[in-house]
């Protein structure tokens, strides 16, 4: 079964960090571009970044709102991809998605809760 | 950043009814378009790619159109289980941008 779930997420102090992390199974990981999600309470949708594969050289691409706090990576020998998240603030409170890019966002995980309050 | 205009923001049907949801995109992006479906707690799913083809497992009832800047999604037959906040993502070009969502509530 194609799955990805995410981990990690929890109630940090504004200013710190966190990681998310998102494990893959039921398919070839390394083949495949990996975005980030998050959803405030009661909002929409809202793009975080991704990671290209290897392939298309690994790199990432952040939204505007988390250029320079948040870092996107992956091991592919592990199958996960992970967001870094520094200098939290609460507007950052949020569900956080992972999902495979394949012909639109075709597999997404269950989300994982993010909380900044002190 | 490309701009992704949803409407309605909310709308209220039938079981049966015939619902029609449009996102404009502030300038052409192709047929770079998704639909996705949101229960409440639950992630998003994968309702249409490539502005007018259905992804596998979902029903017919569905359907996507449009290119350019102009996009629709339409239920043919609204069923209880369609009752959910209905999404649009662009994925022709960074920042990826939603729609602002569609609410569609019981009549």
């Known amino acids: 079964e194609v799955q990805l779930v995410e981990s990690g997420g929890g109630l940090v102090q504004p200013g710190r960090a966190l990681t998310l992390s998102c494990s893959a199974s039921?398919?070839?990981?390394?083949?495949?571009?990996m975005s980030w999600f998050r959803q405030a309470p009661g909002m929409g949708l809202e793009w975080v970044g991704l990671?290209?594969?290897?392939?298309?050289?690994?790199?990432?691409i952040y939204a505007a709102s988390v250029v320079g706090r948040f870092t996107i990576s992956r091991d592919d020998s592990k199958r996960i991809a992970y967001l870094q998240m520094e200098s939290l603030q609460a507007e950052d409170s949020a569900v956080y998605y992972c999902?495979?890019?394949?012909?639109?966002?075709?597999?997404w995980g269950q989300g994982t809760t993010v909380t900044v309050s002190s | 950043a490309i701009q992704m205009t949803q409407s309605p923001s909310s709308l209220s049907a039938s079981v049966g009814d015939r619902v029609t949801i449009t996102c404009r995109a502030s300038?052409?992006?192709?047929?770079?378009l998704g639909w996705y479906q949101q229960k409440p707690g639950k992630a998003p799913k994968l309702l249409i790619y490539?502005?007018?083809i259905l992804h596998s497992g979902v029903p017919s009832r569905f359907s996507g159109s449009g290119s350019g800047a102009n996009f629709t999604l339409t239920i043919s037959s609204l069923q209880p289980e369609d009752f959910a906040t209905y999404y649009c993502?662009?994925?022709?070009?960074?920042?990826?941008?939603f729609g602002q969502g569609t609410k569609v509530e019981v009549k």
């Open positions: 300038q052409g992006i192709r047929s770079d």
């Open positions: 490539a502005a007018s």
């Open positions: 990671i290209r594969s290897k392939r298309y050289g690994g790199t990432p």
């Open positions: 039921g398919f070839t990981f390394s083949d495949y571009l």
């Open positions: 993502l662009q994925d022709y070009d960074y920042p990826r941008t």
């Open positions: 999902s495979r890019e394949h012909f639109g966002m075709d597999v």
